[in-house]
């Protein structure tokens, strides 16, 4: 593929200065350079689906990718925490691959970690993940999650389209550059055609859940058009508006298959209204989005077929 450009490939490394390592499970990399690849798709409506702190290998995580697969998205996006728990090289395929492997076009990626699956054949990305704090907790910080996936940009935030949407995943770790990021974005936005801009990242802005909202992720979504911010960390599903941001819906999905938080009782933040709350059951994001109409509804394992929460956006006609 045009702009494959590999810098350094796996080597091993059994003796240095005399002294014999043992008990590494992965070789050290170094961090490949990104693909430099973009992805603007053009359909005329596009299913998405939304996970986040999934990636703990078990009957959670299986159930809910058993049934965001049931649904044949286009796509999935991820609110992070991709790995748990350190985010290490020998947890890639057991936290990640095993679910949703057929989604993940990691062309670029070391071979033993390589997908096998239709995104492979195809040679199309289908799963846009954003980084989250537990990517990064192992020795060798967030190398493992940037080496495994193929993603546009600078990879640990990057803007892609898909259909009638613009979907840009942001870098929220303690460690990101944010003002790179929000002179990015805001940039990024203004020049966007499309009808709906869905911001996704992990810390929340807000959240009724017990990590509560992220002061240094409240920026200015409303004034820059932004449509919805979805989040993670907090292990619920919850939906907010802020009373001075009309027309921008906050969502945090942290239900992927980790494990569960609790909804905070009597949840108050300034100017912040709650809702929907949900926290007694594992579960993700179905989205669907034309020019003039986005549905984003959030299903559960216990309950398939029925939406525990719908929130419709309209626009008008192009």
Not at 260 to 283: H, P, R, T
Request: aromatic share 14%; glycine share 8%.
């Amino acid at each position: 593929m045009a702009g494959l450009n590999i810098r350094l490939l796996p080597f091993a490394v059994a003796f240095l200065s005399g002294c014999q390592f043992f008990g590494i499970a992965e070789p050290p990399y170094g961090i490949i350079e990104p693909p430099q690849i973009s992805v603007d798709v053009s359909v005329d409506s596009v299913l998405f689906v939304v996970i986040g702190d999934y990636g703990k290998a078990g009957e959670n995580e299986e159930a809910v990718a058993d049934m965001v697969k049931s649904w044949n998205p286009d796509l999935i996006l991820t609110t992070g925490d991709n790995n748990y728990a350190y985010g290490e090289y020998a947890t890639l395929y057991q936290n990640i691959g095993q679910y949703y492997c057929d989604y993940i076009y990691n062309f670029d990626a070391p071979e033993e970690y390589q997908c096998k699956g239709r995104a492979m054949e195809e040679e199309i990305n289908r799963f846009f993940p954003s980084p989250g704090n537990h990517d990064e907790l192992g020795p060798f910080d967030l190398e493992p999650y940037l080496n495994y996936f193929s993603l546009p940009g600078q990879e640990l935030y990057y803007a892609f389209t898909w259909g009638d949407v613009a979907f840009y995943s942001i870098n929220s770790l303690s460690s990101a550059d944010l003002e790179e990021q929000i002179s990015w974005l805001a940039g990024e936005i203004r020049r966007s055609q499309k009808a709906f801009q869905v911001v996704y990242f992990h810390h929340p802005p807000y959240s009724p859940g017990p990590h509560g909202g992220t002061d240094y992720m409240q920026w200015d979504f409303s004034q820059w058009g932004v449509d919805v911010v979805l989040s993670g960390h907090d292990h619920i599903y919850a939906r907010m508006e802020h009373q001075d941001q009309k027309g921008l819906h906050y969502i945090v999905c942290g239900t992927g298959g980790k494990s569960l938080y609790s909804c905070k009782e009597g949840y108050a933040e300034e100017g912040v209204e709650l809702l929907n709350c949900k926290d007694d059951q594992f579960g993700a994001m179905r989205c669907i989005a034309d020019s003039t109409r986005l549905v984003m509804e959030f299903y559960t394992i216990d309950d398939p077929d029925r939406p525990v929460d719908r929130l419709v956006i309209q626009k008008d006609s192009p």
